[in-house]
């Protein structure tokens, strides 16, 4: 296993081991999905297309939302994604 997904709802999971772009990865569901950038070990990989606005999902929980739209195998983290959770004195 390359990519754990931590809850059936969630449109990301998590790289077991450092992956790179163009590898092919099964997922639990049977689907196989195309890394479109290198996934280092700990990081998420969108599963699934996420548009920009919609929540980021990880643990069945949203962790944050897209800040833009992301494609299936494209890696996700703070070029592409905001936590909703992180507080700042502004708000």
């Given amino acids: 296993m390359q990519l754990i997904s931590l809850h059936p709802n969630d449109n990301v999971a998590v790289a077991l ?29 969108a599963v699934r297309a996420i548009k920009q606005g919609e929540k980021v999902l990880k643990y069945g929980l949203p962790i944050g939302s897209a800040t833009r739209d992301i494609e299936a195998g494209e890696h996700v983290h703070i070029q592409n994604m905001k936590s909703d959770y992180i507080w700042r004195p502004d708000r």
């Fill in 17 to 45: 081991c450092d992956l790179k772009a163009g590898q092919e990865v099964t997922l639990s569901d049977g689907r196989i999905l195309t890394l479109l950038e290198d996934i280092d070990f700990g990081h998420k990989v």
